[in-house]
């Protein structure tokens, strides 16, 4: 039976090796520091931590955390970051029931934009698109820009475009984008 709940600090551990068995070495330690790392945010609104329980044994976790845009207090913003399943329950929609779990959440929560750094095969079957990710300037140039997506939870129309997005300490390291 498939468990999604929140993630706690017990959880540390476990959280850390699914990362670290499921992204390749050159990314692994980066990733798997991340994904503990949310766990000790304190941010307004809160960072979410999702894990899927198989069993008894944790095999997927995913991270929201909130990103800003300066002077605007109305928006309200998240990116999805980082997620991982491990790899022999692989497309078993592990991946996919955390992200419908967190849009879910989200929704829920009046966020105005879910933002995540990924491969758009596999985030555009939720909706995420290029097109409403490039009028918002993520932190740092990313190595592979084709990658920034959105989706959009509630119209914001008083924005002004284009902006500059912030993001949370844990994820602000060039070396995640
Ligand atoms: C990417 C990942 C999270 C997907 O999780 P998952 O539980 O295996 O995926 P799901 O079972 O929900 O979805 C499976 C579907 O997505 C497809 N898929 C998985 N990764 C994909 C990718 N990178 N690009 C396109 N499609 C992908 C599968 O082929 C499968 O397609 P199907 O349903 O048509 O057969 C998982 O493969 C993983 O942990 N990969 C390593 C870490 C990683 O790359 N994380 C994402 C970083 S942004």
């Known amino acids: 039976m ?6 706690t600090k017990l959880d540390r551990d476990s959280v850390r090796e699914i990362h670290l068995c499921a992204f390749p ?6 990733v798997s520091k991340l994904a503990v790392d949310l766990l000790d945010e304190d941010t307004t609104p ?3 931590s999702l894990v899927a329980e198989v069993g008894g044994s944790l095999v997927a976790n995913i991270g929201f955390s909130p990103v800003t845009i300066h002077d605007n207090q109305e928006w309200s913003g998240y990116i999805l970051a980082p997620l991982a399943v491990k790899p022999e329950y ?6 996919s029931g955390l992200i419908k779990n967190g849009i879910e959440q989200l929704s829920n ?19 995420f698109k290029p097109e409403l990710a490039s009028n918002y300037a993520p932190p740092y140039t990313l190595k592979h820009s084709f990658g920034w997506l959105a989706l959009t939870l509630k119209e914001d129309i008083s ?3 284009p902006t ?5 300490d844990s994820l602000n390291h060039p070396e995640l984008w």
Do not use: H
Not at 2 to 7: A, F, K, L, P, S
Not at 25 to 30: P, R, S
Not at 90 to 95: E, R, V
């Open 2 to 7: 498939i468990n999604i709940r929140n993630t």
């Open 25 to 30: 070495e050159n990314e692994n330690q980066a």
């Open 46 to 48: 809160e960072t979410i």
């Open 90 to 95: 692989q497309k078993s929609q592990l991946g």
């Open 109 to 127: 929560k009046d966020v105005n934009m879910l933002f995540v750094y990924g491969d758009p095969k596999y985030y555009g079957k939720f909706g």
């Open 159 to 161: 924005i002004q475009l």
């Open 164 to 168: 500059q997005i912030s993001c949370i």
